[in-house]
């Protein structure tokens, strides 16, 4: 790290006094348990101070956005681990990712101008997938397929960055390029993308034709070019990743897991289809970094205590009007990785207990806190009604969780601005109140409270 302003906050600002001495022993998972956007990456920033040698990323692409405030300069992460501020940890982009080559150089580039030293602190796995221009393009024309046949309420909302066919090519096989192919002789990887270009040409052409889009073939010959080009600059991060952090962890190397997106997005039990290409969930941790079942001792899921979510889908806690406006403005609620505003609403602890099952979570971390403190009252759901039954649990079918009606309780708002406050304990009792409820009915310990973006305003429990 060299002696820039970035690199001086990111050795200075350390995370308040009090982390319990049982989260500093360990492997951990960390993963959000809403739409996205709950402050991951905060936590892993964090987390990542206390001990951890290695933080890995096992699933999704650059649709992923963590945020990391330190001092008063925010680093807006998309493929990189959110420990690539420490120059002591070493981050791994894990097999479950699928990776960007530009995408990931041009993350790398933007954090040296800022003066972070990227080396020997950054590791990608040989088997993650590559995401390719073909795949962005297949994204576009999908969707606007899709819409064009069954109208624009049957949209996903994809950010377009080519996760979903990149993921698709990985279960397909014959057509997937993974990091190693990028390493082969130019030769080899020109010969691959020729058959694979010739394939996605004919897919997009018939695409574009449904849906009355203009498309342009691709080149192989030009994309073999251009790949081959990040391949070298890409080629001293790279890696047999899984035998390492296997190697690494049998003498006494802790890792910290981080999921990308989050488990009402996963792929399995999320609100299916309006989810994310890849298992979101602690689940995913195994598979994506290739590491032994049952390593993790804590499961750490990251709750905001209001909910956003961006694009298509079922929101039941979902709010229109003046406090919607207030909470997405207050909340900062626009994409790290798009720029769009977020759809807010209150928390909905329905979803939030059943995902915190999913993951098997051990402990809670609760961000957001600041943003109510200015609302007259709180709401929560506690429950669904649905064709005059009630619902305790979350349904499969999407088209049931846009039509239930969400049961609230209500709770007295914060009257007073919590920020500097960095004592659990001087929270304000509503605060608490609050706070306590969720602890009390999700049934998992909430082992931090955040009262604002740094790491100085995580309050530990």
Same mark, same amino acid.
């Given at each position: ?18 982390? =319990? ?26 987390? #990542? ?6 933080? !890995? ?14 001092? /008063? ?27 960007? =080559? ?43 397929? !899709? ?11 994809? @950010?377009? &960055? *080519? ?29 691959? %993308? ?29 994309? @073999? ?21 296997? /190697?690494?962890? $049998? ?16 792929? /399995?039990? *999320? ?34 205590? +209001? ?8 929101? =039941?806690?979902?709010? #229109? ?39 098997? !979570? ?5 961000? *957001? ?5 200015? %609302? ?5 759901? !506690? ?18 969780? $846009? ?6 309780? @209500? ?12 004592? +659990? ?7 608490? &109140? +609050? ?27």
């Amino acid at each position: 790290m060299t002696d820039s302003p970035a690199a001086s906050n990111a050795e200075s600002h350390t995370a308040g006094p009090g982390l =319990p001495e049982d989260l500093k022993t360990g492997h951990t998972a960390v993963c959000g348990l809403q739409y996205g956007d709950e402050g991951k990456g905060q936590i892993i920033d964090m987390l #990542s101070q206390e001990g951890f040698d290695f933080v !890995v990323r096992y699933n999704g692409g650059a649709n992923a956005g963590h945020s990391v405030h330190i001092g /008063d300069e925010k680093f807006a992460l998309h493929l990189l681990p959110s420990g690539i501020l420490s120059p002591a940890i070493v981050n791994v982009v894990g097999n479950g990712v699928v990776m960007d =080559p530009q995408g990931i150089l041009k993350e790398i580039d933007g954090l040296t101008e800022r003066g972070v030293v990227i080396k020997d602190n950054l590791r990608i796995s040989e088997r993650t997938h590559v995401v390719l221009p073909y795949h962005k393009k297949q994204d576009e024309l999908y969707d606007r397929a !899709v819409s064009a046949a069954r109208g624009d309420a049957h949209a996903i909302g994809t @950010t377009g &960055r *080519g996760i979903g066919p990149c993921y698709a090519d990985k279960a397909l096989r014959s057509t997937a390029i993974r990091v190693c192919d990028l390493m082969l002789p130019a030769d080899r990887l020109r010969e691959k %993308l020729r058959y694979i270009v010739r394939v996605k040409n004919a897919v997009l052409t018939s695409l574009a034709s449904l849906c009355g889009a203009e498309f342009e073939p691709f080149d192989a010959d030009a994309l @073999t070019d251009e790949f081959l080009v990040y391949a070298d600059r890409l080629r001293p991060f790279v890696c047999d990743a899984s035998s390492m952090l296997r /190697d690494q962890m $049998a003498q006494g190397k802790r890792v910290l897991f981080e999921g990308a997106n989050a488990t009402l997005l996963d792929i /399995d039990h *999320g609100t299916y289809p309006f989810v994310t290409s890849s298992t979101c969930t602690a689940l995913g941790v195994y598979a994506g970094a290739g590491v032994p079942g049952g390593v993790l001792e804590h499961v750490l899921g990251i709750v905001k205590l +209001y909910t956003s979510r961006v694009g298509g889908g079922p929101f =039941p806690t979902e709010l #229109s009007g003046d406090i919607a406006d207030q909470i997405r403005d207050v909340g900062r609620e626009y994409g790290t990785t798009t720029g769009r505003p977020r759809r807010v609403g209150w928390l909905d602890l329905v979803a939030t207990r059943y995902t915190a099952a999913v993951s098997g !979570v051990t402990g809670l971390a609760c961000t *957001g806190l600041s943003v109510l403190s200015g %609302l007259d009252e709180m709401k929560v759901c !506690v429950g669904y009604k649905h064709n005059g039954q009630t619902i305790t649990t979350m349904p499969a079918d999407a088209d049931v969780i $846009a039509e239930v009606q969400p049961v609230f309780e @209500t709770f007295e708002g914060i009257g007073e601005p919590v920020s500097e406050i960095r004592s +659990y304990a001087k929270l304000p009792a509503a605060a608490k &109140r +609050y706070v306590e409820f969720v602890e009390s009915f999700v049934g998992v310990p909430i082992r931090m409270v955040c009262v604002g973006r740094r790491r100085d305003q995580i309050l530990h429990r």
